[in-house]
């Protein structure tokens, strides 16, 4: 090797290059956060194929560069490794902007009048949807009617989606389309409202009972999940959310791989498919994409275990404490999900349940216990997504079993409004269990569950390290919170190794992608408040800028 100091520099050292392996890019004059504990007065780093190739003091990575090295000044900002979220729905999250968009609306009042404003330009039988609403911030939290709807709507038929996902409210018209009387019956693992003469008032918990309207809605064209996936993508990069766990449909998949041959895939994608497909079929779509592509691939089977706190629909073990005939609504039997899972293990698949109440994560935990012999089980590394109602003995089962606990901190922000009325003082001491996931040792992965809660991380790390609201007014169980470090760790690492890919993201390392983000501050030395107001200055993807603030 040639006497040039710096093929590999980190803390300092430095080891010998030739021309042929010079940077293509340097980074300079920032205030490098590796997440690696060695690295910690680096201010410079430099790329080549993507890749991070060395990091160091600035003066020893300019001697890296040949005239044809391309310079950027990070003009001594924070820079760490790229937001990988964890848990996301893309496709939803750009469909929210196209369609009727009700989040933040403070009263039924206001979303009806977001509804009319749609309806206005809408063709004659035209379909109005959307989602977003949240009753638990309006004046008496009481949910909506379909007579509410008619109102507004008038012979269009239509039905909007809580924020959560697992509560939809239909019009009139669409629950005629759907064929939804006074008679029709629950479907396994799911409710239709009615009212105090038997009629359906237009709520429908979880997707047995959402789908029976939903399959009458024309599905988007072509144009329009592209359109839905770029502007999920655009929320994505100014987020400084270089990774994303995706769960959305087949077809927003397809978009994706369309894009990714077109060269504007911005940020790097783990795509799940639908845990009750047949294994046959998953294996088909499994092998559709590469799963060495390190942009997009495939491989997590996600499957759901019951519904939302805030819907009443999570099942928990003991009755809800604001509804005491009402434990939720788990989707299957525990010897139907144990078939199922132990299938879907046998077959290679990475199984992850969402899983909020505490009858929910012990069911998965049961399955994934049966599933594989012990010496295999972390080879898998199953997840609980969400684990919000957690019972204390459960937690070791995750660290036995090798679950990884992928949770989205900024749920807190809205749950804790109201948390403590459902579930209980006793229950609630135990919930959002963060400091107790990472004391026993299980591994935390995190992210916003977008577009349930915008896809900035910053709330999510405020929430984390504060539990506390935004208004730094009330204060959730702060046992459980973490400490700045182990924040960044969980949305950096942390989500790396939830999906495979610690050896290949989630630190600024000689050998590590180049996936980094730029802030406007420090977070790791700012008050906790101060992070809220975080800006993100660049987002980086495999050495490219993808996003520059203007």
Request: one cysteine or more; proline letters at 5%; charged letters at 25%.
């Amino acid at each position: 090797m040639k006497s040039v100091c710096a093929l590999l520099i980190f803390a300092g050292c430095a080891f010998a290059s030739d021309q042929k392996s010079a940077p293509e890019t340097i980074f300079v004059n920032g205030k490098i956060y590796s997440g690696v504990a060695k690295s910690e007065n680096a201010t410079a780093m430099a790329v080549r194929s993507g890749r991070v190739l060395a990091v160091g003091s600035s003066e020893s990575i300019r001697k890296l560069a040949t005239p044809t090295t391309k310079v950027v000044d990070l003009g001594g900002h924070f820079t760490m490794p790229g937001f990988n979220d964890a848990h996301t729905h893309l496709a939803s999250g750009g469909f929210e902007k196209l369609n009727v968009n009700l989040v933040g609306s403070k009263s039924l009042a206001e979303m009806q009048s977001r509804i009319a404003e749609r309806v206005k330009t809408a063709a004659a039988g035209e379909w109005i949807i959307g989602r977003g609403w949240d009753h638990t911030k309006w004046p008496g939290r009481t949910l909506p009617t379909r007579t509410d709807l008619d109102k507004v709507t008038g012979d269009h038929p239509a039905i909007f989606g809580r924020v959560d996902g697992h509560i939809a409210i239909a019009n009139s018209a669409a629950l005629k389309a759907a064929g939804i009387t006074k008679q029709t019956t629950n479907p396994t693992g799911a409710a239709i409202d009615h009212d105090a003469n038997g009629e359906p008032t237009g709520i429908l918990r979880e997707d047995g009972a959402m789908s029976l309207v939903h399959h009458k809605v024309p599905p988007p064209s072509p144009e329009q999940r592209r359109r839905a996936v770029e502007l999920a993508l655009k929320d994505a990069r100014e987020a400084g959310v270089t990774s994303a766990q995706d769960n959305s449909d087949w077809e927003d998949y397809l978009v994706l791989e369309q894009m990714e041959r077109e060269g504007k895939l911005t940020a790097r994608i783990y795509e799940w498919l639908p845990f009750g497909q047949s294994v046959e079929n998953l294996k088909k779509m499994r092998d559709h994409h590469p799963l060495s592509d390190p942009m997009l691939h495939s491989g997590m089977l996600k499957g759901y275990m019951d519904g939302s706190l805030g819907s009443r629909t999570a099942a928990l073990l003991a009755p809800y404490s604001d509804d005491a005939k009402n434990s939720g609504l788990p989707r299957f039997t525990q010897d139907q999900l144990n078939s199922m899972v132990k299938d879907r293990a046998a077959a290679g698949f990475q199984i992850g349940f969402h899983a909020i109440g505490d009858r929910g994560t012990e069911m998965a935990l049961n399955a994934f216990e049966q599933a594989l012999p012990a010496d295999k089980i972390n080879n898998v590394r199953f997840r609980i997504e969400h684990d919000q109602v957690i019972q204390p003995d459960q937690i070791p089962r995750y660290k036995k079993l090798g679950v990884i606990a992928s949770v989205q901190p900024n749920h807190l922000l809205t749950d804790m409004n109201w948390a403590e009325e459902r579930i209980g003082k006793d229950r609630a001491r135990s919930s959002y269990p963060w400091a107790g996931f990472l004391n026993a040792g299980v591994q935390l992965a995190f992210g916003t569950d977008y577009p349930v809660e915008p896809i900035g991380p910053f709330r999510g790390i405020y929430a984390a390290v504060t539990r506390k609201n935004e208004a730094g007014t009330a204060e959730y169980y702060p046992e459980q919170k973490l400490n700045i470090n182990q924040a960044i760790a969980a949305y950096t690492s942390g989500s790396a190794y939830a999906e495979f890919a610690e050896n290949e993201k989630g630190t600024l390392a000689p050998g590590m992608l180049a996936d980094f983000v730029v802030l406007d501050r420090d977070i790791t030395a700012i008050p906790p408040t101060e992070i809220l107001k975080t800006k993100v200055l660049r987002t980086v993807v495999g050495g490219k800028t993808v996003y520059q603030a203007k």
